[in-house]
Every structure is written in C-alpha cells, then in structure tokens.
C-alpha cells in the first residue's frame, strides 16, 4: 500500500526565519508526483509546490522549496523568509499515474510568530 | 479566485434529515474528487468521478451519494444525517495527471 508520513503534527517559526517540513513517502512505483498543500485556517487548501518524480532537480516556488531524495523517499519542504500569513496546515500527498489519487499525510501545523 | 465553490459553507442540520452538499467548477475538468476532513484534520477521499455518469465510491466507507449528470456540477447527498456525520466535506477537481487538485473551500457540517 502506499502511504505519506509527516512525523511532525506541530511546528513553530519566528518571522523571517527558515522551517522545514519532513514527508516520507512509501511506493514501489517509479513514477508519481508529489505535492505540498496549504490548509490556512478556515480557508481554502492550496497547491504550495509539485514535484515530478522523474526530475532529479527539486522545485522551487519563490521562498518555498523542496529537498527531493526518491532514494530515501523522502519529500521536505523549506520555508524561507517565514512571513505571518504562512501560519497554516500543510499537508504533503502523493500520486500515482496508475492510481490517479491523492493520498494524503495527516499534516503539520505550521506556527509563524511574530 | 477559487475556480470551484461549495456550498454552504457552513450547515447545522438536525439528526435524520437530508441534505445535499453542493460542489462546481468552471474549469470544465473532467475529474473531481470529494474528500471527508476529520477533526484531527486527516483527508479521507469519500468519492469520485472521471466524467458524466461516472461515479467511484473512494479508499474510506460513507453513507453519502454522489452524482455527475453535468460535467461542472458534482453534489454529495446524504439521505439520513447522523451525528458521525458532522465533518468537513472537501471537494477539488483536477486537470490534467501529476498536475494536482485545486480546491473548494468545503463545507463544514454539524449534524445535532
């Protein structure tokens, strides 16, 4: 079966500092995606970065990147410059061409402080 | 701009009565997905579609039904609330594989 870990259910950052989120992910397949979604509270969830599992290079979106290891299965995501309005659940997920569903982790609450 | 609205947003329903949680888009994606939201804020895919007059029941159990007679237009019904019922119905549809779901802002039931 294929599952997503996020071993962090709570995480807390000062303003303009760095975080990193931790994803493992488990699958024999060789080819998926994976993905990291932003849940802020009482709001929409959000699509935060993509990542294709046949790229060796890991994707960026501005102050959001990913540290990519298919070896090891693992999936973090880097937050830079930690701004307020990042105070949110994220939630890494993963899927499969065969499948065609997201599977979720059970998510980390991110805490910006001022 | 969300591209795909749910509604109500929030609902409070009394113990056997129907409701049906309404889900578009404009996108005209051909795939969408509902997923159940417990409070611990875990994601559980309840149903799904590929097209019109396809329907899947997902990887968790629910009582719910859905139908697809419209491309843009994906509604989830529950015949009968129950208490364990109360949750947050997410709906998200997607385009094309590996490119993700976008989605709606759910909807937040309390079944009293």
């Known amino acids: 079966a294929q599952t997503v870990t996020q071993s962090q259910p709570e995480m807390s950052v000062q303003e303009a500092e760095t975080v990193t989120l931790s994803c493992t992910y488990d699958?024999?397949?060789?080819?998926?995606?994976l993905f990291w979604y932003k849940q802020p509270p009482s709001r929409q969830m959000i699509l935060v970065i993509r990542?294709?599992?046949?790229?060796?290079q890991n994707a960026t979106e501005n102050r959001f990147s990913v540290n990519f290891q298919k070896a090891a299965k693992s999936f973090s995501l880097k937050i830079s410059d930690s701004q307020l309005g990042d105070t949110a659940m994220y939630f890494c997920?993963?899927?499969?061409?065969?499948?065609?569903?997201?599977?979720f982790g059970t998510g980390t609450r991110l805490q910006v402080f001022p | 701009e969300a591209d795909i609205y749910q509604t109500p947003r929030y609902l409070v329903i009394g113990t056997g009565k129907k409701i049906t949680l309404e889900c578009s888009q404009t996108?005209?994606?051909?795939?969408m997905y509902w997923y159940q939201q417990d409070p611990g804020m875990e994601l559980h895919l309840i149903h799904y579609?590929?097209?019109?007059?396809?329907?899947e029941k997902g990887d968790l159990s629910s009582e719910s039904t859905v139908s697809r007679i419209r491309t843009e237009h994906f509604p989830l019904t529950l015949e009968s609330a129950r208490p364990s019922h109360t949750s947050q119905y997410l709906c998200?549809?997607?385009?094309?594989?590996?490119?993700?779901?976008?989605f709606g802002s759910g909807t937040r039931l309390t079944v009293v």
């Open positions: 699958t024999s397949e060789s080819n998926y995606y």
């Open positions: 996108m005209g994606h051909d795939k």
């Open positions: 998200a549809s997607r385009k094309d594989r590996g490119y993700g779901y976008t």
């Open positions: 990542q294709e599992a046949y790229k060796q």
């Open positions: 579609s590929y097209g019109v007059n396809s329907t």
């Open positions: 997920a993963f899927m499969t061409p065969n499948t065609d569903k997201l599977i």
